[in-house]
């Protein structure tokens, strides 16, 4: 649906899009994810046509970006990270101002005004005026902006950025509702957010994709070594150390932070595999002595978005 090819951008010497490749199929729900300058808004305008790129191409359902600006524009709906509102206007009056400059036809205004305000849940504020609205309903008004003409695709740049947790968890839900029809690409630095909206997440990183991937695929990826830890009474630290010694799905083991208690603390660091714990219990039960504890370290998402996104 969606094709980017080399995308570039520049703000005189400032490179903020490095050569980005990336399709986005109709109806996902993609999290373009980085750390503040990473340049995920620049991504974001020039991919609704608010920005010219320096150099690549972006393709929407098979129209070129350069050529057929007008027809992409309508199939993208734009949510800008302050999305420009009219603070002196009603709810109502807004959209039915935006319904008019989006070429709602009169006797189909006030079905898609009332469609579009139970999905974003604006029905108790209708009649307020919006400068006088949360910071959340206010988003919800440039949730629904962006709806109007009902567009294939909805671009959202950071929609939960300056919420309070309940505000964010409301949102949320709205994208995941919008999600279930639309193609959906928003951006946040916050992990959790990417983790909990999307079926997809890329992760930019000073203007170049770094990952690529469902949540559960990135935490899979790179772990080429595991580790497991193991609590154990009886032994010493050099018998625990024989008796995986021959094992070579593990490798290296290390002593981990022992206490004064008579219980010796053990690091296995180990080659993915995934009979790993069944394989260290077996060898531990053929053994006299007491297993504490034994749990194998998940990689988090955290991690690897530390790792990939950490300063050179
Ligand atoms: P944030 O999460 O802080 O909004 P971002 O990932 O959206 O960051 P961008 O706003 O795209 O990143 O910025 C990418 C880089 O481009 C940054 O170094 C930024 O300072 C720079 N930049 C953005 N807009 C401009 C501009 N209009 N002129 C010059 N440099 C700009």
Redesign the pocket.
Known sequence: MIHIEKLTKY??E?C??DRIDLDINKGEVLGLL??????????L?VLTGFLKPTSGSIRINGYNIDEHLLQIKGLIGYLP?SAPLYYNMLVFDYLNFVADIRGIESNKKLTRIRELSDLCGLNEVMHKSIGELSKGYKQRTGLAHAMMSNPEILVL??PTSGLDPNQIVEIRKIIKQIGKEKTIIF?T?ILSEAEATSDRIVI?NQ?KIVADGSAQSLKGSGQSESSVNIALKGPDFESVKDLFSADNTIVRIEPDDNGNDDIVRIKLYCRSSSDLMENIYKKIKATDWVLVELHQDTKTLEKIFRELTMEQ
């Not at 503040?36 to 620049?42: C, P, Q, R, V």
């Open positions: 703000y005189n400032l903020a899009v980085g750390p503040n300058g990473a340049g995920k808004t620049t991504t305008r990270e740049d950071e951006s630095h930019i203007g």
